[in-house]
């Protein structure tokens, strides 16, 4: 199975920050990552596929970038909402596998 | 866009078998998606369990492979079963639909089915 590393687990941060969250896959998967973010005790939220494109309606503060086995999730401008749990998923082979997530809070 | 809706006990007895089903509306089951599995154990992160088409074909996690049976039923709904359950496989069961066109991505969800495995 290919392991999805994030870090850092958890940051705490200010709103306006800018947020840079890393995903590290154990083999290359070429562009085939996708970022969701979760807020609790909701279902996740699709943000970002194919490693960069943006999802229809999520704010363009959110970019991600990377290729191969480096990825980062990106959040220019923190506002209040985004705080919440992300996770990076691979979908270049099978099973597909989840990042244990990083926990973004209010400083 | 399309909804999606679990459905199922929310209690299961240990050794027994975790039955869920996830009724799709404002799509059909039969257009290009693959339909997804993935559950979350208590404050915990999200594992995969499976996915499958409507023609049938599927794909488990080896690490459930041996307990998992997904299904298509009739009336746009597609099922999970989970067999010899533990107090382990205790979590939130999400259904998801997985586009595969040029790239795979889960694009909805259902909000989620909590399933406690207890005496």
């Known amino acids: 199975d290919i392991q999805l590393t994030q870090s850092p687990s958890f940051l705490s941060a200010s709103v306006g920050d800018r947020v840079t969250i890393t995903c590290r896959a154990s083999q290359g998967i070429s562009s085939y990552l996708a970022w969701y973010q979760q807020k609790p005790g909701k279902a996740p939220k699709l943000q970002i596929y194919a490693a960069s494109t943006l999802q229809s309606g999520v704010p363009s503060r959110f970019s991600g970038s990377g290729s191969g086995t480096e990825f980062t999730l990106t959040i220019s401008s923190l506002q209040p909402e985004d705080f919440a749990t992300y996770y990076c998923?691979?979908?270049?082979?099978?099973?597909?596998?989840f990042g244990q997530g990083t926990k973004v809070e209010i400083k | 866009q399309v909804h999606l809706q679990e459905s199922g006990p929310g209690l299961v007895k240990p050794s027994g078998t975790l039955s869920l089903t996830c009724a799709v509306s404002?799509?059909?089951?039969?257009?290009?998606?693959?339909w997804t599995w993935v559950r979350q154990p208590p404050g915990k992160g999200l594992e995969w369990i499976g996915d499958i088409y409507h023609d049938g074909t599927t794909n488990y996690n080896p690490s459930l492979k041996s307990r998992v049976i997904m299904s298509i039923d009739n009336s746009n709904q597609f099922s999970l079963r989970l067999s010899s359950v533990t107090a382990a496989d205790t979590a939130v069961y999400f259904c998801?639909?997985?586009?595969?066109?040029?790239?795979?991505?889960?694009?909805?969800w259902g909000q989620g089915a909590l399933v406690t495995v207890s005496s």
């Open positions: 998801a639909s997985t586009v595969s066109s040029n790239w795979a991505y889960l694009d909805n």
């Open positions: 404002g799509g059909s089951i039969s257009n290009s998606n693959w």
């Open positions: 998923q691979q979908l270049n082979s099978y099973p597909w596998t």
